[in-house]
């Protein structure tokens, strides 16, 4: 059976007895109505995971002793990030979600020229503790041990600047972008060409597409352009097509179970 699991930056493994307090303990014993004697998990910002044993609680707060620590098999190889131009805040949420399940490992933001949407510095600091809730909730779900790492870029350019830090050649980096031209190549021929890339970045344009100047420069800086089929696709089917595809030639959902 599954257990429930908790995401957890306070923690401190060296100590054998923890205490949940406010949100967690509320969930444990009102939402999920656990007993004493029950086993949770709990996770931290490091990918560590230890098994808890709900020792005893009172209304305010439930008490926990450490079992045993434990690793699940379920990142990726993989090293995948996706970025994306901003869009309506309820549809990058999906995304994101989606995206985790799927094995992101870095979540980027970024204003595209054609992007009917931007973050002021105050909006992006609580978009960015949004998203990290979003991220840890889908992390407990699907199993997975690491956090996505999330990024927000004020624009492209700035964009642009990032993705020389988080894949270059020397480690093995491939880029691409979702061309809705239809000009772009296929994934399987990209992949029949260089199939054994470690770190893959996938970029998904606003719902207006790219400018040329975009286009152009993304050409300038290695980035292969993709088609995703003959169909016209929403903004997160396109963002979750990709990420799956990309998974299925470069990652781990082609691999044997």
């Known amino acids: 059976m599954t257990r429930h699991c908790f995401y957890a930056d306070w923690l401190d493994a060296a ?3 923890a205490v949940l ?11 999920l109505r656990l007993k004493p004697g029950e086993v949770i998990d709990l996770r931290d910002r490091d990918g560590r995971g230890w098994k808890w044993v709900i020792s005893d609680m009172t209304q305010e ?8 620590p434990y690793d699940l098999p379920t990142e990726s190889p993989l090293e995948l990030s996706l970025a994306l131009a901003l869009a309506r805040p309820d549809r990058m949420d ?6 985790t399940e799927i094995g992101l490992t870095r979540f980027i933001v970024f204003k595209a020229e054609r992007s009917q949407y931007g973050l002021s510095r ?16 889908a992390v407990c779900q699907c199993g997975r041990m690491r956090l996505p790492e999330i990024v ?5 350019m700035d964009f642009l600047l990032e993705a020389s830090q988080c894949t270059t050649p020397r480690t093995a980096g491939l880029r691409i972008f979702a061309d809705e031209s239809g000009t772009g190549r296929n ?3 990209l992949w029949r060409s260089c199939p054994m890339y470690r770190q893959v970045l996938t970029v998904v344009g606003p719902e207006g597409g790219w400018t040329p100047v975009e286009v152009n420069r993304f050409a300038e800086a290695d980035f292969y352009p993709v088609r995703l089929g003959p169909r ?16 299925t030639l470069w990652g781990d959902f082609g691999q044997p179970v």
């Open 61 to 68: 707060q439930v008490r926990i002793q450490l079992l045993e």
């Open 122 to 137: 105050d909006q992006a600091a609580k978009r960015r503790d949004r998203w990290l809730k979003i991220a840890r909730e």
């Open 94 to 99: 999906l995304v994101l979600r989606q995206a």
């Open 21 to 31: 307090k406010d949100q967690a303990a509320h969930h444990v014993r009102n939402v």
């Open 232 to 247: 016209i696709l929403r903004f997160e089917t396109a963002a979750t097509a990709l990420l799956s595809s990309v998974q």
């Open 187 to 189: 994934l399987l021929s």
């Open 15 to 17: 100590e054998r007895l």
């Open 152 to 156: 927000i870029c004020e624009d492209w």
